[in-house]
């Protein structure tokens, strides 16, 4: 079939040439221009040009021979075990760094193979989201890509620390890194267990993207994240505290961490629903009663209004 196969080359390295032959030329057509992501890859002229021919596509064999390192890694990533499960027509090195016979007769130019650490990050993007489109459809449009952001920022195809999503440090180290505000709020007294290990990042968001604010993952429902795991708010009621469908949780709460107990924006429950239920007339909430006492050393709201979430009973939230 392919005459250009040398006499006495291995059977693994035919199997390996004839997949790439069989897949590269339509990954490198997704690269070009991915449409779901919105992101265009402007992939050189020499890739374009070599990428639909198989002749130069010499292998990932010949690829060990000087990347040994990278090579002996690469047995126990996701990406090698997806091309030995599919018969050798999964993932090898010319899938991602497109093909190498230029690469390999010029000595090892590296202007004439991808390499990812010298690529913008729309490339690099493109050239992941060749195959990984489908489960992650928004990335082109989050908070991460539009701050410059690529795969290669977070994820590490030779280098790991997590093997299943081959992430470069383990959560929530590898989020903090960046987001070092949210880490400050863990450290306060009342916060989910993340640093303890129990929760991750992901758990709540998709750094991939949402249609969510904040990349926020969504509950079959539609509900905020919050009920996934607190199933007594989550409702329906019969009489539903307009705050809590409206703007969410985090009217009341602060998620990631508070100093006050059930993660309170404020330390007094009655400063808290006096937000809202004030004789102020920029309001439109009920104002709070007449023979309301207010005074801080009466008890809390919530002594009488226990049902704060939602009532099934009350249209004050009685039990």
Not at 250 to 279: E, W, Y
Request: hydrophobic fraction near 35%; charged fraction near 15%.
């Amino acid at each position: 079939m392919f005459r250009a196969i040398a006499v006495g080359a291995s059977m693994k390295r035919i199997l390996l040439s004839v997949a790439m032959i069989a897949l590269l030329p339509g990954f490198w057509k997704a690269a070009t221009v991915h449409a779901a992501s919105g992101i265009k890859q402007p992939v050189s002229t020499l890739l374009q040009k070599n990428a639909n021919d198989p002749a130069n596509y010499v292998g990932s064999d010949t690829c060990m021979t000087c990347h040994a390192d990278v090579a002996k890694s690469f047995a126990t990533n996701p990406h090698s075990r997806l091309a030995l499960t599919h018969g050798g027509k999964g993932a090898t090195c010319e899938t991602c760094h497109g093909p190498g016979k230029a690469h390999v007769d010029s000595g090892g130019d590296a202007t004439k193979i991808f390499n990812f650490r010298k690529a913008s990050a729309k490339q690099v993007d493109a050239t992941c989201l060749g195959c990984h489109a489908g489960v992650h459809p928004n990335f082109g449009g989050t908070p991460h890509a539009k701050a410059g952001l690529s795969c290669i920022s977070c994820h590490s195809n030779h280098a790991s620390q997590t093997e299943a999503t081959l992430l470069k440090a383990p959560q929530p180290q590898l989020c903090e890194n960046c987001h070092a505000d949210i880490k400050m709020a863990f450290a306060q007294p009342f916060h989910h267990p993340v640093e303890e290990g129990v929760l991750k990042c992901t758990d709540c968001h998709d750094p991939h993207g949402t249609s969510q604010g904040n990349q926020l993952r969504s509950t079959a429902d539609q509900n905020a994240i919050c009920t996934k795991c607190h199933t007594e708010v989550a409702g329906p009621f019969v009489y539903e505290h307009p705050p809590v469908k409206v703007e969410g949780c985090t009217t009341c709460h602060s998620p990631h961490g508070s100093p006050n107990p059930r993660f309170l924006k404020v330390s007094n429950v009655n400063m808290l629903c006096l937000q809202c239920h004030s004789a102020s007339m920029n309001f439109t909430a009920p104002g709070t009663p007449s023979f309301h006492n207010q005074a801080a050393q009466y008890q809390a709201c919530t002594i009488c209004h226990t049902q704060i979430h939602g009532s099934n009973a009350s249209s004050t939230f009685f039990k």
